[in-house]
Structure formats: structure tokens, C-alpha cells
């Protein structure tokens, strides 16, 4: 295959499955698929394409999976998207796509694994992302052992959220591979059936604003949950106490403030957890089960948090309130301090 191939055009009402030398295709630049019924999973990551998401996709209902990470790709994620209604994995990590989080996304119904991850969306996170669930068609795979057409070995892929990397939608034979989620605290390994179980949603390195939803707490069935390095205010949701299999979840690098939720202690299958650099307060949750295991670093860049894992007491912390409340009454102080002044001085007026 030619490597300096920068244009291919292959509108020409073709389908099956796209061909995945163009995956390869390294010096590619410009892709026109339009007019085609391409099938089930699209991997065009780590290549130079440019310009806005093709129209070529629009309302193919055969697509499971749409990797088009590390590109060069712009605008912004289309209303039409939920015309890809078998969609199961979206990829769109590290391009120039801007703009809102787009509502359609949350009429995917099929969707387990959303990859939004270093770009340039702004605005609120979508309230209704909250209202995803596991697919039935995962849980096919544990039930029957495949999901649509076999594919031959050499045919294997991988997919990545975050640093996590997964193979997809094939024999359980395949799913014995290991895979591999590294984060700053820790680095942690998976295998087997829990695969088939995969969920995660990662918006980070973005610029969404706004409060975190609490509806994102319905999300019981999510594995990884990734919103650091945006400006997202307000304060952490009760509610994800009840992210019963959350294994991963990164607040970090936020204007989060308030006090950590405790009911979060309840989370027993969570392993990596950081709210590091917000603006949060009080004491950090009990060392209860997997809170546990958490380290300085997980709450580290919040001055008004207190606590034995930070080495601070809690008795002598002041909160962000009471240093206001202190400085008011400072004000007041001078305040009465200069007529007073004023009154001696001339007290005829």
C-alpha cells in the first residue's frame, strides 16, 4: 500500500466493512465515503484527516464502532448523530471539534463507551447522558459468546478510552487479553468476562462549564468516569454514590467546591480517585473500604480541605466562608474604628 497516498475516494455505493489499510494510511488527509453502507466498525484513528464529520456516516444504522482519534478533524459533533442508531463505541478523542455536548448523543441507546477527550467543547454537560445504560447486546456477548459476524484472528482490534484499552465486540476467546488503565495513582490490569461489562464515559481536557448533573448518578453501571481539566463548578453529586461499579473516577482540575460527598465511602469497587486541584472544603471521607487506599495526591491543590491523609486537622482549618465572614468583619471594624476617629476630632461637627 502506498504510504504517501494523501486523497481516496470511495464514493461509490460500496458495502460491507471499510478496509483497514486505510487505518495505515498515515500520509491520508482527505476521505470521501459519502454514498456508501459501510458496516459495523470504523477505525480511522491516528491519521491527518481534516475537515468537519462526514456526512458519509448519516444515518448508517450498521456502525458499532466510529474511531476517528488523533486527527485533525474540526467543527462540531452534528445533530444528525443519532441516526447512527447501533452505534456502541464513539472515539473522537484528540481533534479541533468544538461547540456543545450534543443532547442526540443520549438517544444512542446502544452507546457504552463515549471517548470525547481533548478537545474543545464548551458548555454544560448533558443532564440526560445520565439516562445511558448498559446495552443488551453486551450482555449478549457473555450469553452466546459473539456479537454480529465472526471475523478472523488477524482481523483482532483494540479500542482505547482514556488510557484504557480494550478489545471489542468479538469472541470471548479474545477477551482473555489483559488491558491496561494507567492513571497518575496507580496502574491497574483487567481480564475476562468483565470486558463484555465495559462502560465509560471520558470528557476531559475540554472547556465544559457548569455544574456537574446529579442525573449522571444513574449511570450504575459505569466503570469509568473521566471529567478532569475543564471549568466545572458547583459541587460533587450525592448521587454518585449509587455508581455501584464505578472502578475509575477523575474530577480533577475543576472549580469544584464544597465538601466531598461521604456517602461516596460506599463506592467499594472504586480504585483510582482524585478531586485533586478544585476548590473543595472540610474533611476528606472516613478511611472506610476502598477510601481507604486513597493518597495525598488524590486531594491534593484544595487549601480548605482537611484531614490525617493531608496531614491537616480539621479543627484548625478554616473554610472559604469563614475566612469571608472573618474579612466583613474586619471591614466593619475599620469602618467604625474611623468615625469614631472622625467624631474626636471634631466632635461639634
Not at 448519516?58 to 448523530?81: A, E, M
Not at 477510601?291 to 487549601?303: D, R, V
Not at 467604625?336 to 471634631?346: Q, S
Request: aromatic letters at 10%; hydrophobic letters at 35%; glycine letters at 8%.
Amino acid at each position: 500500500f502506498p504510504n504517501s497516498l494523501s486523497e481516496i475516494d470511495l464514493s461509490n455505493k460500496l458495502h460491507g466493512k471499510l478496509p483497514r489499510w486505510i487505518g495505515n494510511a498515515s500520509f491520508l488527509w482527505r476521505l470521501n465515503l459519502s454514498n456508501n453502507g459501510f458496516e459495523e466498525h470504523v477505525h480511522l484513528h491516528g491519521n491527518r484527516l481534516r475537515g468537519t464529520l462526514s456526512l458519509a456516516f448519516y444515518n448508517n444504522s450498521s456502525i458499532v464502532t466510529l474511531d476517528l482519534r488523533g486527527n485533525n478533524l474540526t467543527g462540531s459533533i452534528p445533530k444528525w448523530i443519532y441516526t447512527l442508531s447501533s452505534l456502541s463505541v464513539l472515539l473522537l478523542k484528540d481533534n479541533h471539534f468544538h461547540g456543545k455536548v450534543p443532547i442526540e448523543l443520549c438517544k444512542l441507546h446502544s452507546l457504552s463507551i463515549i471517548d470525547l477527550s481533548q478537545n474543545m467543547f464548551s458548555g454544560p454537560i448533558p443532564s440526560c447522558l445520565g439516562n445511558l445504560s448498559l446495552p443488551i447486546q453486551m450482555k449478549k456477548i457473555l450469553e452466546t459468546g459473539f456479537y454480529g459476524p465472526s471475523i478472523e484472528e488477524d482481523e483482532s482490534t483494540r479500542i482505547m478510552i482514556g488510557n484504557l484499552e480494550m478489545d471489542s465486540y468479538y469472541p470471548l476467546s479474545y477477551l482473555e487479553e489483559v488491558i491496561e488503565f494507567t492513571t497518575k495513582s496507580g496502574f491497574y490490569s483487567y481480564k475476562g468476562d468483565i470486558l463484555s461489562y465495559m462502560t465509560g464515559i471520558d470528557l476531559s481536557c475540554n472547556n465544559l462549564t457548569g455544574h456537574i448533573p446529579p442525573e449522571l448518578g444513574n449511570l450504575s453501571e459505569i466503570h469509568s468516569l473521566n471529567l478532569s481539566h475543564n471549568k466545572l463548578t458547583g459541587v460533587i453529586p450525592s448521587s454518585f454514590s449509587k455508581l455501584h461499579h464505578i472502578e475509575s473516577l477523575d474530577l480533577s482540575y475543576n472549580n469544584l467546591s464544597g465538601e466531598i460527598p461521604y456517602q461516596l465511602v460506599e463506592l467499594n469497587s472504586l480504585e483510582v480517585f482524585s478531586v485533586a486541584y478544585n476548590n473543595l472544603s472540610g474533611s476528606i471521607p472516613k478511611p472506610k473500604a476502598q477510601f481507604g487506599t486513597f493518597i495525598e495526591n488524590s486531594y491534593e491543590g484544595n487549601p480548605f480541605l482537611c484531614g490525617d491523609i493531608l496531614h491537616k486537622s480539621c479543627s484548625k482549618t478554616d473554610s472559604p466562608s469563614t475566612i469571608s465572614t472573618v474579612s466583613e468583619d474586619k471591614g466593619e471594624d475599620v469602618v467604625l474604628l474611623t468615625i469614631f476617629v472622625v467624631l474626636y476630632i471634631n466632635p461639634y461637627g
